[in-house]
């Protein structure tokens, strides 16, 4: 079937996605169709902030990829959960909201992508956010996106972050400031009360425009291409198939997973790969699905000494109910909180001085995984990553069929940094651990165990026990040299009418969480389009005289 054409049809309604649509559709007159994989985001544990525990691993909201096994994982193969819902990843995650570092974009442009410097960039931040501690030379406070500061207090978490500061690291009152480094509470994406998915934020106000349609439940199989233009997508709802014509562009923001098996399924990729699934080749663009990059966690566990972990909280039926009345009445306490609560960033013996190379993520709590119960003992959880790993991995179609998922390679811990930075992380970890601040609060190390002492035990341990932190990026790269994937205005090289505007547009993972670059890059990605949109009615008028 047939639909009517749209100025520009998106194709993802995530973290960029719904920042993109927002944008393109406050012109009237600029027709917008936003297709979905997923459905509505109206399930109460999409809204409750603490949420995420319960709903990232959930078939009705996540899509469950798998990676391929290798040696960095321990041969396990790691589930890899991405949203598909109407907000993406961003209805899902775990709420922590930090930009990385201001060198990660100064990298960024020496990589190629010319104007995606800091200075380039943070102006789209601020842009972005409405930011309860007020407007200041980094921070927005008139934006659509709310960015609150952490609204529950526990006794475990300051002692942590008393002995990082004994351990010798500075305290940090603003990650998204000056700099990553040091310690302190994240800031997070919360409205009042409920999370503040890039859906809520960006794309629920503006489906108040007749120009704006939200089509979900919608699998894209492939951008239509006539010859080398974008000309519409096709995409299949319960069984039926559908086309919408695209008169100016085709906007893919489905992710570092799907937006490169998307052009591979359309015929732009690795000639080879798409030969061998039977896709004909429309544009050879080797580089589509390369330059994957994940952060790989490490957690240790202690057990506590003392009940003031939220895992005795949860079945103590008076705490239980003060903490629904204080998230109802006041918007604050344990069900304000995801998937950190402090943490910060820190330098390895292979870092850069004042340049972080790995960042904690700390909870007063224990889990097996999300969505599992909590520990039943009195649980603590410190882990970190190693914020640039120079690991490489790729996505390829595994088949034609867009519902067979990629093959997904990562290929962590794949070079000798990697591996001792991961390490050496334990080790510093371990250190803070044993200051007086908090020494004296646990028993013992249930994971990964205290009777892993030496690299290679540690190493083990890490291979055997890590696993991804959901920040896959890289697979459509932008640059200035003529292998990347996108130039840095995000148009598919070889292409006409066709961009790509999420994650996997980013040459270097950023240090940190992933989601707030990737607003970032809608809003940014959203302003170049609507720059062109002059420039290119200009040129339509004068092939009309």
């Not at 459905?39 to 902030?49: A, E, I, S, T, V």
């Not at 790993?389 to 790729?394: A, D, I, V």
Request: glycine share 10%; proline share 6%.
């Amino acid at each position: 079937m047939s639909l009517p054409e749209y100025d520009y049809i998106i194709v993802g309604s995530g973290s960029a996605g719904s920042v993109v649509a927002n944008r393109m559709s406050a012109d009237p007159d600029c027709k917008v169709l936003v297709l979905e994989a997923g459905g509505q985001d109206r399930n109460f544990w999409l809204k409750l902030p603490v949420g995420y525990f319960k709903s990232i691993y959930d078939p009705r909201f996540s899509r469950i990829f798998e990676t391929v096994p290798s040696d960095g994982d321990g041969h396990r193969g790691i589930v890899w959960p991405r949203g598909r819902v109407v907000g993406g990843s961003s209805s899902i995650n775990g709420l922590i909201y930090i930009r990385g570092q201001h060198e990660d974009f100064e990298d960024w442009n020496s990589l190629g992508a010319d104007g995606w410097s800091y200075e380039d960039v943070l102006p789209h931040f601020r842009a972005l956010e409405r930011f309860e501690g007020g407007e200041d030379k980094y921070h927005g406070r008139d934006g659509d996106l709310p960015v609150s500061t952490l609204r529950n207090q526990n006794a475990a978490c300051q002692a942590w972050i008393a002995a990082a500061q004994e351990y010798g690291l500075p305290a940090n009152p603003d990650f998204n400031g000056a700099t990553t480094h040091g310690v302190g509470a994240y800031h997070l994406s919360i409205g009042k009360r409920l999370r503040a998915s890039s859906a809520a934020a960006f794309l629920r106000p503006a489906l108040k425009r007749p120009n704006l349609s939200l089509q979900t439940h919608a699998l894209v199989t492939r951008v239509e291409m006539a010859g080398t233009r974008a000309a519409g997508v096709s995409w299949t709802t319960n069984g039926r198939a559908f086309t919408a014509k695209a008169k100016r562009e085709v906007i893919l923001c489905a992710g570092a997973l799907q937006s490169p098996q998307i052009l591979q399924l359309s015929g732009i990729g690795p000639a080879a790969v798409l030969k061998e699934q039977g896709v004909p080749v429309v544009v050879d663009a080797p580089e589509v699905g390369e330059n994957l990059q994940d952060h790989y966690q490490i957690r240790l566990l202690l057990k506590l000494n003392q009940k003031i972990s939220l895992n005795d909280d949860v079945r103590n039926p008076i705490k239980l109910a003060q903490m629904g009345l204080d998230w109802m009445l006041k918007g604050t306490g344990p069900l304000t909180v995801g998937a950190g609560q402090v943490g910060g960033g820190a330098c390895t013996k292979h870092a850069t001085p004042g340049k972080p190379d790995i960042q904690f993520n700390v909870m007063p709590l224990s889990v097996d995984k999300p969505g599992t119960p909590l520990h039943k003992y009195s649980g603590f959880t410190a882990s970190f990553w190693q914020c640039h790993p120079e690991s490489r991995g790729t996505v390829h179609i595994q088949s034609p069929d867009p519902s067979v998922q990629p093959r997904i390679a990562p290929n962590y811990l794949s070079t000798e940094l990697d591996r001792n930075v991961m390490v050496d992380g334990i080790k510093v970890l371990r250190g803070i651990h044993a200051q007086p601040s908090f020494r004296h609060l646990w028993d013992h190390e249930t994971v990964i165990g205290e009777d892993r002492q030496s690299d290679a035990e540690i190493l083990d341990a890490v291979r055997n026990m890590g696993g991804t932190v959901f920040h896959p990026v890289g697979t459509c790269r932008m640059g200035s040299d003529s292998s990347a994937v996108l130039d840095p205005q995000l148009r598919v090289r070889g292409a006409e009418g066709l961009r790509v505007i999420d994650a996997s547009v980013m040459p270097k993972i950023t240090s940190a969480n992933t989601n707030a670059a990737t607003l970032m890059v809608g809003e940014k990605g959203a302003a170049m389009i609507l720059d062109d949109v002059p420039q290119r009615n200009a040129m339509r008028a004068e092939e009309r005289l």
